[in-house]
């Protein structure tokens, strides 16, 4: 049995694939460049190379020199890399430079734009995006017209803090656990959001209905997660289960704003289940969402966010589109 160097299941020799490009062993689902991050693990191999102890002299009337043991490319290192989900790590990564973000590491981030750049310019970027998009989604001639346009702002600040705090969320976690972590730019989320971003455009300018709009302009970096664990665990969840307590305060507070105050009141419960959809879809079991490795780590903790996040998108969208005479926004007098 040959352990995959990217998610270490374990694979006959028959089913083993190894890279021509990084000289590593692999599983099926795992053995294109693309899904091992080829180049992230050749730059971890060149790296861990340059950082081996030079040989040392033994003395002796031979003049030989002891070279000490060194990693090898074709060896089972512990070295690995993937982008997995909303933000990415590497795996059992044992030669972190101690402030890798700065741009004399050594490392060279793949598929991240801008990498040595301050995290705050890429959370701006990151959430002005955002905003711009979920404008653009959340406009509405009608609500304009009824002078509710401070509706269609808040809607989208409400958007933009649900995607921010779900970055957080991962984020706050690995620093408790001492990793160095930073929120960047994605070069092909951010290809994905200016494509969603010039279709909405598109869509106002021509007024035809929004279609809609893939917002990913960046994620959270974390160096040194080991494999599916508990500390993998914990970050993965972070992000749903921000998303599920901040919509539950929000749905709190809609309930106890009076309904003299209609239509905040029905706002602020859309909001609420902006997190509780975006939470639920980021816990759907596949690879590149938090769902998967959730499940891999604890079953229980998965089912229960799960669970949790698909009742309150019900309760949520119950009372958003419930009919007049049983809505809990709307005013008592309305239903007379």
């Not at 089972?76 to 402030?99: A, C, K, L, M």
């Not at 404008?135 to 702002?153: D, R």
Request: proline share 5%; aromatic share 12%.
């Amino acid at each position: 049995m040959v352990n995959c160097y990217h998610c270490g299941d374990s694979v006959s020799e028959s089913e083993v694939f190894q890279c021509s490009e990084c000289g590593q062993n692999y599983c099926i689902l795992h053995k294109d460049p693309i899904n091992h991050e080829c180049n992230i693990v050749k730059e971890s191999l060149r790296l861990q190379q340059i950082q081996s102890p030079p040989p040392s002299y033994t003395g002796g009337s031979t003049n030989q020199y002891e070279r000490q043991p060194s990693v090898s490319s074709t060896t089972t290192s512990e070295v690995r890399g993937t982008t997995d989900g909303t933000f990415t790590w590497y795996h059992q990564e044992r030669h972190i430079p101690e402030n890798a973000f700065d741009s004399d590491s050594g490392l060279d981030f793949k598929g991240i734009l801008l990498p040595h750049k301050s995290e705050f310019l890429h959370f701006f970027i990151g959430a002005s995006l955002i905003f711009i998009i979920g404008f653009i989604g959340f406009y509405n001639p009608l609500l304009v017209s009824l002078n509710l346009t401070w509706a269609i702002f808040m809607l989208a600040g409400f958007y933009t803090t649900a995607f921010l705090f779900h970055e957080f969320g991962h984020r706050q976690v690995a620093k408790h656990f001492g990793l160095q972590t930073k929120f960047r730019l994605l070069t092909f989320g951010m290809l994905l959001t200016i494509v969603g971003l010039l279709t909405g455009i598109s869509t106002l300018i021509l007024g035809t209905t929004a279609l809609p709009a893939l917002a990913l302009p960046g994620a959270v970096v974390v160096l040194g997660l080991d494999k599916i664990d508990r500390n993998t665990g914990l970050c993965k969840a972070a992000g749903p289960s921000v998303n599920l307590v901040y919509g539950i305060i929000l749905l709190i507070i809609s309930f106890m704003i009076p309904r003299t105050l209609y239509p905040l009141n029905l706002f602020i419960g859309v909001a609420a289940s902006l997190n509780f959809m975006l939470g639920l879809f980021n816990m759907i079991p596949i690879g590149i969402l938090d769902g998967q490795n959730i499940l891999k780590w604890n079953k229980g903790v998965y089912f229960v966010l799960f669970i949790s996040l698909l009742i309150l998108v019900i309760i949520a969208f119950i009372h958003i589109y419930a009919p007049v005479q049983t809505s809990l926004y709307v005013p008592e007098e309305w239903n007379n």
